[in-house]
C-alpha cells in the first residue's frame, strides 16, 4: 500500500471537480497499488471502498446463473468503481477484477457516501458518470446481441488500448474469449481475421495494434458511441 499520493489529479472523473471540491476528497483516499487479477470487490460483497483508477484496468463483471462472468465494461482512469453508492446500494451487484495493474485512488464507503451528501459538486459530476455507465451497459448488451465477433473483439482491444494509452496488450486469447462471452475458436479467427487486414499482431500472450485507424473501421459503432456518450454527458 502507498500512502505517497503523487498522482493526484490524474483521474479524469476528479479532474471535472472544482479545485476545492477534488482537495477535499483527496484528503480522505490514499494511493494504492492494483494487481493483476486482483478482486476489487465480488458479487454479492458489501461495499467497503470506492476506488478511483489513476493507472491501470478494472473490468466489471456480471455472472448470470451458472455461466462464466462476462464483461460489461472496462473502466480506467476516466471512471471510478463501486458506482451503486450513488443510488444508496451498498452491496455489490457485479464484481471488479483488475485486468492491467497499476494504481487507484481509495476513499472508504462511508465516507466517500458522506461526501456525496455534503457536495452538491460532487453528487452532480458522478451522478452523471453514473448515467454514462448505465448508457455503456445499455449499448454493450445490444452489442453482444447483434455484432460479429471480430467487430467486438476490435472494440474491447481500443477499449484496453484508450485506457492503458499502450498499443501493446498482455492478454491471452482466452482470456478475451471469456470476456466477450465467447468460446476461444471465435477469437481465434476474428484474431486471425485482424491479423490479416495488418491491423494487429499476436505474438505469446500480447496483442500488438498496428493501425488504430484500421482497427476503428473494423470495429462496430459502439466503441465510438460510447465515447461519444462520455464526452456529451460529462
Known amino acids: 500500500m502507498l500512502n505517497n499520493i503523487t498522482a493526484l489529479g490524474s483521474n479524469r472523473l476528479l479532474n471535472l471537480l ?3 471540491c477534488r482537495q ?3 484528503t480522505h483516499c490514499e494511493l494504492v497499488s492494483i494487481n493483476l487479477d486482483e478482486v476489487l470487490c465480488n458479487l ?11 493507472e491501470g484496468i478494472v473490468s466489471w463483471e456480471k455472472k448470470i446463473t451458472d455461466s ?3 464483461v460489461v465494461t472496462l473502466i480506467g482512469n476516466e471512471g471510478m468503481i463501486c458506482i451503486s453508492l450513488l443510488l444508496g446500494i451498498n452491496e455489490r451487484s457485479c464484481r471488479a ?6 494504481f487507484a485512488l481509495r476513499i472508504p464507503a462511508t465516507i466517500f457516501t458522506q461526501q456525496v451528501e455534503q457536495k452538491p459538486a460532487l453528487s452532480m459530476i458522478l451522478n452523471r458518470y453514473a448515467n454514462v455507465m448505465y448508457n455503456q ?11 460479429v465477433i471480430e467487430n467486438r473483439l476490435a472494440r474491447l482491444l481500443l477499449m484496453f488500448q484508450q485506457r492503458s494509452q499502450s498499443d501493446e496488450i498482455n492478454i491471452t486469447q482466452d482470456k478475451l474469449a471469456k470476456m466477450l462471452g465467447v468460446r476461444r475458436v471465435g477469437v481465434t479467427k476474428a484474431a486471425g481475421s485482424l491479423q490479416r487486414k495488418n491491423l494487429i499482431s499476436y505474438i505469446r500472450g500480447s496483442v500488438i495494434i498496428h493501425d488504430i485507424a484500421g482497427l476503428k473501421k473494423a470495429s462496430c459503432g459502439c466503441y465510438e458511441a460510447d465515447n461519444a456518450t462520455y464526452n456529451n454527458m460529462m
Open 97 to 102: 477484477v483488475v485486468q492491467k495493474s497499476g
Open 44 to 54: 454479492g460483497d458489501v461495499i467497503k471502498y470506492v476506488y478511483f483508477p489513476v
Open 68 to 70: 462464466p462472468y462476462w
Open 18 to 20: 472544482t479545485d476545492n
Open 137 to 147: 451497459a445499455l449499448q454493450i448488451a445490444a452489442c453482444n446481441l447483434f455484432h
Open 24 to 26: 477535499n476528497l483527496l
